[in-house]
């Protein structure tokens, strides 16, 4: 068993590398399209740690859970268009606000009604779920640390995440077919397409790289460093809930400053920080065996929960606004997929949806740690 935290790290860097590389060469990308590389990420730490090969518990993975994670958020949303986000739109935004409410709303139904099957702590398993079906994995790791997720209950997450996200993600796309009936029955009117760019990023000179990156990893360790000495408010806000929430928004203000001086973050920080998230999701299969994973079957059916009354609640908030199939598609897959996925689903219903779908990922991002959150205790306080 691998005992070195150096040693680890290494292990979990290049493994991340090398799924990497596989996902750009045949034949390996086609298996790394239908199950991503994030999955993988998660997936052979977990098989590893059940075969004995590496350790559940290590100071590495608490180094990279109360350091690391702020500085992956932090460079993540450097390169974020606050002001486009806030152009995208009303019907976009207002569907949005549905998507969202149906997630969170499934999650607290499934939490009520599945309590009794549920393992302890499972209302903070639901808020991590919450969080990345409304923004990404990012958003279910910084959750799952904020509230000190136990392992045994995050596994079975991860697992409904896997499974149920790219499920959706073929259902969406099989729906394409429908969208003229569907744009019919919703008298939607002909759409207009519309796209603005997502991140404020652009290519940039390495050493401007090498500076934000340095500012926001002082920015992320300042935000470490102040949590301890804010309030707690009866244990609901515990010094890393703190530092998740000071990384994020003192990242989304430093990008709505960078945006209004007309500046562009290098992608090489968002690059940066996508391959430092890798590094956490290896981390957190690490600490899961399969056993773990497999204990909690009642997760899967919260999923198939959530995920219809998501489905419900955007189908009538279409028909309400009148908005077509392939803005309402968009959406929940900005909701249930992630940045990657959306402006492929997008440009399955219309090409030029594609940069209002990559927007609608990116805003999702911005706000899915939020609202993971306020969904942990919405569901800690039905689950009493």
């Known amino acids: ?19 990497k590389s596989l996902s750009k060469r045949r034949p390996w990308n086609r298996l790394l399209d239908i199950l991503p ?36 958020l932090a460079w993540l949303l450097l390169g974020v268009d606050v002001r486009s986000l806030l152009a995208v739109g009303r019907p976009a935004a207002f569907l949005m606000a549905a998507g969202f409410v149906g997630i969170v709303g499934g999650i607290v139904l499934s939490a009520k009604v599945l309590s009794p099957w549920m393992p302890p702590e499972s209302w903070k398993a639901l808020g991590a779920l919450a969080a990345t079906w409304t923004g990404g994995s990012a958003n279910m ?31 969406l796309i099989l729906l394409a077919a429908r969208q003229t009936r569907f744009d019919a029955w919703a008298g939607a009117p002909a759409f207009v397409d519309g796209g603005t760019a997502a991140h404020s990023s652009g290519d940039g000179r390495p050493r401007d790289a090498l500076v934000y990156l340095v500012v926001g990893a002082a920015g992320a360790a300042a935000a470490v460093a102040a949590s301890p000495f804010l309030p707690t408010f009866n244990g609901a806000l515990m010094p890393p809930t703190w530092s998740v929430i000071l990384a994020t928004t003192g990242a989304l203000a430093a990008a709505g400053i960078l945006v209004r001086a007309g500046r562009r973050v290098p992608k090489t920080v968002e690059k940066t920080g996508n391959f430092l998230l890798l590094i956490l999701v290896a981390s957190l299969g690490a600490r899961a065996t399969i056993q773990a994973a497999t204990h909690s079957p009642v997760f899967l059916i919260a999923g198939l929960i959530v995920l219809a009354v998501h489905g419900a609640i955007l189908v009538a908030a279409a028909r309400i606004l009148r908005a077509p199939l392939a803005l309402a598609a968009t959406v929940s897959q900005a909701c249930v997929g992630g940045v990657v996925s959306t402006p492929m689903v997008a440009a399955v219903y219309r090409p030029a949806l594609a940069a209002v779908g990559l927007l609608l990922a990116v805003g999702a991002n911005a706000v899915g740690t939020y609202v993971g959150l306020l969904t942990a205790i919405l569901c800690r306080w039905v689950m009493k």
Do not use: H, N, Q
């Open 1 to 19: 068993m691998i005992r070195s935290p150096i040693i680890l790290l290494a292990g979990l860097a290049l493994l991340v590398l090398g799924l």
């Open 37 to 72: 590389v994030p999955f993988w990420c998660y997936m052979l730490p977990m098989l590893a740690t059940t075969a004995g090969l590496t350790p559940p518990e290590s100071p590495l993975y608490w180094f990279l859970s109360k350091w690391c994670l702020p500085v992956c």
């Open 141 to 171: 790791i910084a959750v799952k640390e904020a509230l000190a997720v136990p392992d045994a209950v995050f596994a079975p997450i991860v697992m409904t995440d896997g499974l149920f996200t790219y499920a959706w993600m073929s259902f």
